[in-house]
């Protein structure tokens, strides 16, 4: 029988102040670097993504830190084929510094097992209770 084993991507980024100017900087500067953080998920996320997400660190923010988080791959979860969506909530969650997540759910197969018809289906009931249940955590 095969089992949904979980397993994350994390990443980081952060510009400290006085720390001069870099190459790898978004064009709208150090307030924003955040805007690094889907492109470093795409870079780690595996087949199997359950959800993604990332807390974003501003000094200058009311509310100092901010989490974005969501169910599905980072492209679904950052809006990356949709431009507008996507600049609003690199927009609301702007930040120096960003702490991202990838959650990834696979089927493993035990040892000496076949994975063959049903059982595939069964995993894939498995990977979809998973996602339900990672959508109700949010």
Avoid at 11 to 18: I, K, Q, T, W
Avoid at 30 to 43: G, H, I, K
Avoid at 96 to 120: C, F, L, M, S, T
């Amino acid at each position: 029988m095969s089992v949904l084993h979980d397993e994350c991507g994390v990443a980081a980024v952060c510009v400290l102040r006085g720390g001069g100017e870099s190459r790898v900087l978004p064009d709208q500067g150090a307030d924003e670097v955040s805007r690094l953080m889907p492109r470093m998920l795409l870079d780690i996320q595996n087949r199997g993504q359950l959800a993604a997400g990332m807390t974003t660190y501003d000094p200058d923010r009311s509310q100092l830190i901010n989490t974005f988080k969501n169910v599905g791959g980072v492209s679904e979860v950052f809006r990356l084929s949709h431009r507008s969506e996507f600049e609003s909530i690199m927009r609301k969650h702007a930040g120096r510094a960003a702490i991202g997540h990838v959650r990834i759910g696979n089927p493993q197969v035990r040892p000496g097992e076949a994975k063959q018809g049903a059982r595939q289906e069964d995993d894939l009931q498995r990977v979809g209770e998973a996602i339900d249940e990672a959508g109700h955590r949010r």
